[in-house]
């Protein structure tokens, strides 16, 4: 899978809205206990099925209650890990949210752990 590819993937993630294609995206994407490590609330956590019920809360809070939307700016990779940039945006265009993910892939190139850093400048 090209890098490109990757990011587009792992976007796929937060933006799908369905349910079921959602979750068969984070399980084609995760290894089995991979973790994320989330600033914004100070958790961590483990194995797809808690990162799924993380992802569609932020979906159901952000994407559908607010009209957010999300995308990345910049990508940078080093050997397994992948250093991805984010957008969060209101429905008018406007940025108003930024953070960065770092995610570290295993020697079968799925997602072991991502660090995930919110409210960046």
């Known amino acids: ?5 990757f990011s587009q993937d792992y976007l ?3 933006t799908e809205p369905d349910a079921q294609q959602r979750r068969a995206n984070i399980e084609s994407l995760f ?7 989330v600033s914004s609330i100070g958790k961590t956590l483990t194995g797809i099925d808690e990162i799924d019920q993380h992802i569609s809360r932020v979906r159901a809070d952000v994407i559908e209650d607010k ?4 995308s990345y700016g ?3 990779d080093n050997a397994e890990a992948t250093y991805l940039t984010s ?3 209101n429905p008018e265009g406007d940025v108003v949210g930024r953070g960065a993910d770092v ?9 072991s ?9």
């Open 67 to 70: 009209g957010m939307s999300f």
């Open 1 to 5: 899978m090209s890098q490109s590819t």
């Open 103 to 111: 995610i570290i892939r295993d020697e079968d190139g799925l997602i």
């Open 12 to 14: 796929k993630i937060w």
């Open 31 to 37: 290894a089995p206990e991979g973790k994320m490590v």
């Open 74 to 76: 910049q990508q940078v």
């Open 113 to 121: 752990a991502v660090y995930m850093f919110m409210g960046l400048n």
């Open 87 to 89: 957008l969060v945006s």
